[in-house]
């Protein structure tokens, strides 16, 4: 199956800098996604994102499907932008197809 | 509020016993899958059931069994519980055609086996 491997595994940043997340995998996706576990353990979609660049706020994200990896950028971060971020993805066609990272744990400090 | 709601939110098991993790979503979706999350692991698919009536196998699936009891409804039963089933267990739902565009998480329940 797909190897998900994401970068760094732990981050620590000062309120109001910014930040790289990295997500890479063994083979091609056509079904990647972004997504945010917060302090108390929900899950929150961040960007469904199979190719290309979306921003949503002080997010934004880039895929690039040839090169089989995608970035997640925070700007001016907040403490509320702590918790650990996960990337998955997946094939079409498969259900069950879905393999998450292990997650890039994020602590924002004032 | 439309979503995911799972029940209960924590349980302590003792080795052997049986209980049955609760999911229902309020969202016409199609799609319902467990999870479970270790320390370092991610999520792992338990089992997943892509629409009403169908369920199958996931990633580890051994010491688990699952019903997609109606639409809304997918419980996770542990029939006879392990420590190695310690673990934090999420079920998510999507609308439909096994594309996460929309992916919806419940808020999770911690499960100590002692």
């Known amino acids: 199956g797909i190897q998900v491997e994401q970068s760094p595994p732990d981050l620590i940043l000062q309120e109001g800098a910014n930040s790289t997340l990295r997500c890479n995998f063994s083979?091609?996706?056509?079904?990647l996604q972004w997504f945010h576990q917060n302090p108390w353990g929900q899950l929150i979609n961040l960007f469904y994102i199979p190719s290309g660049t979306k921003q949503n706020g002080r997010l934004s994200a880039t895929t690039v499907a040839t090169e089989r990896y995608s970035l997640l950028y925070i700007s001016s971060s907040q403490t509320t932008d702590s918790g650990v971020y996960f990337c998955?993805?997946?094939?079409?066609?498969?259900?069950?197809?879905?393999?998450f990272g292990i997650g890039t744990k994020l602590q924002v400090i004032p | 509020n439309a979503g995911v709601t799972q029940t209960p939110k924590f349980q302590v098991l003792k080795t052997g016993q049986s209980m049955t993790l609760q999911c229902a979503q309020d969202m016409n979706h199609n799609s319902m899958y467990w999870y479970r999350q270790d320390p370092g692991m991610g999520l792992r698919l338990i089992y997943y059931s892509a629409s009403e009536g169908t369920t199958d196998k996931g990633e580890v699936p051994n010491g688990y069994n699952v019903s997609r009891l109606n639409k809304r409804e997918f419980s996770l039963r542990l029939e006879s519980a392990a420590p190695s089933q310690t673990s934090v267990y999420f079920c998510a739902s999507i609308p439909s055609g096994g594309l996460w565009t929309e992916a919806f998480f419940g808020q999770g329940t911690r499960l100590t086996v002692v």
């Open positions: 083979d091609s996706v056509n079904n």
């Open positions: 998955a993805g997946g094939t079409s066609g498969g259900y069950q197809k879905v393999t």
